[in-house]
């Protein structure tokens, strides 16, 4: 979705559900998206369509089940993937990344014993958003589609290359910026979290269309839960009431790995729209030990990878936030103070309309 399409969907009359659902989606498809809710209206409520069916719960064990689909997007595009060449953007490791796309997207691939990553992130109109390829030895997942079908077809390109079967696909959240690229992915087994799951089936019917963009189809939902994908540990967790109402994260303990999705940014703004900044810090802090720890490869929802420390560093910002909120009123107020106690942090955008949203929950 271009900008202009977005302000042309939010000159248009909702009610106030749909108004406030909206807002959530271009705060975190469209860091650029200066969201003002300026009416609301009450239109006579249409025939409520046939519910689309419920997916059966399952655990990480029963996912395991899913069938395993090998690729059969196009083959990737030579311009697409150039040779590997030293990039602008520096995980705090000091390594570059591996790959820049034509979009101006970023892939490092890091390799953590029998683990391998590749860690997407995409350029500054994309948020900064991430997506996780986790590759097995005789599988991969990809966790998150991005924010726009063009990445989503990005990242399957990319994915072709690996030569391995796609077993699984997952979604973090119920953020648009990690599930609307999922049309490059729609043959594959997808899970989330419930909520997620029943944002999606409930909340995207009543939102305009979106050019490419469709709504997933869902094989399962998850809650906690642990396995083993050859000799590799992999548990599942979830942190609720954090960023969003429930964040998907994957730990892989004998490789000290977190897929931490936005309950992690690394050098950017986050979206503060849920107003559930104890809790968020909370969640982080029930993290193990080894998670929090500089040897630790933290793969974030939104930044570079990073390690252990950011941690620490996401929950001074929290902390700064509730500050912030207890002591000033405006807006403008609250977020120039946060600017300016981390000056060298991206995404003021996303700032600016997560400030906006949550003085809506004052």
Request: zero cysteines; a positive charge.
């Given at each position: 979705m271009r900008t202009s399409d977005l302000s042309r969907a939010c000159s248009r009359p909702y009610s106030r559900r749909q108004a406030l659902a909206f807002a959530s989606l271009s705060a975190s498809l469209?860091?650029?998206c200066q969201f003002l809710i300026t009416?609301?209206?009450?239109?006579?409520p249409p025939a409520p369509p046939p519910p689309p069916p419920v997916p059966a719960p399952v655990t990480?064990?029963?996912?395991?089940?899913?069938?395993?689909?090998?690729?059969?997007?196009?083959?990737?595009?030579?311009?697409?993937?150039?040779?590997?060449?030293p990039a602008p953007l520096v995980a705090p490791d000091g390594s570059s990344a591996t790959f820049v796309f034509e979009s101006g997207a970023h892939m490092w691939v890091l390799t953590r014993g029998a683990l391998?990553?590749?860690?997407?992130?995409?350029?500054?109109?994309?948020?900064?958003?991430?997506?996780?390829?986790?590759?097995?030895?005789?599988?991969?997942w990809v966790v998150d589609t991005l924010g726009a079908p063009e990445y989503g077809r990005e990242l399957r390109y990319y994915v072709n290359t690996l030569?391995?079967?796609?077993a699984r696909v997952y979604f973090t959240h119920e953020h648009p910026d990690t599930w609307s690229g999922w049309s490059a992915f729609s043959e594959f087994p997808t899970f989330t979290t419930r909520e997620t799951e029943l944002f999606l089936r409930t909340?995207?019917?009543?939102?305009?269309a979106r050019k490419d963009v469709l709504v997933p189809r869902l094989a399962g939902v998850l809650g906690h839960g642990d396995e083993r994908i050859g000799n590799v540990r992999v548990q599942i967790r979830l942190a609720r009431d954090a960023e969003s109402a429930a964040l998907l994260l994957l730990m892989f303990p004998d490789q000290n790995v977190l897929i931490s999705s936005d309950l992690i940014y690394q050098k950017r703004h986050p979206y503060l729209g849920n107003r559930q900044w104890a809790r968020w810090s909370e969640q982080l802090g029930q993290l193990p030990d080894w998670a929090k720890s500089p040897g630790a490869l933290v793969l974030p929802g939104h930044g570079a990878p990073t390690d252990g420390r950011a941690v620490a560093e996401m929950r001074r910002y929290l902390q700064a936030t509730q500050e912030a909120f207890a002591r000033l009123?405006?807006?403008q107020e609250i977020e120039n103070s946060l600017r300016a106690q981390f000056p060298d942090y991206g995404g003021a955008e996303l700032l600016r309309v997560g400030v906006a949203h949550a003085m809506l929950k004052r």
């Open positions: 469209l860091p650029g009416r609301f209206v009450e239109p006579a990480a064990a029963t996912a395991a089940a899913a069938p395993v689909i090998a690729p059969t997007a196009p083959p990737l595009p030579s311009a697409a993937l150039p040779p590997p060449a391998k990553l590749h860690h997407y992130l995409t350029p500054e109109p994309g948020g900064r958003a991430t997506a996780v390829v986790v590759e097995f030895a005789d599988r991969v030569n391995k079967p796609v909340v995207m019917p009543t939102m305009p009123k405006a807006p």
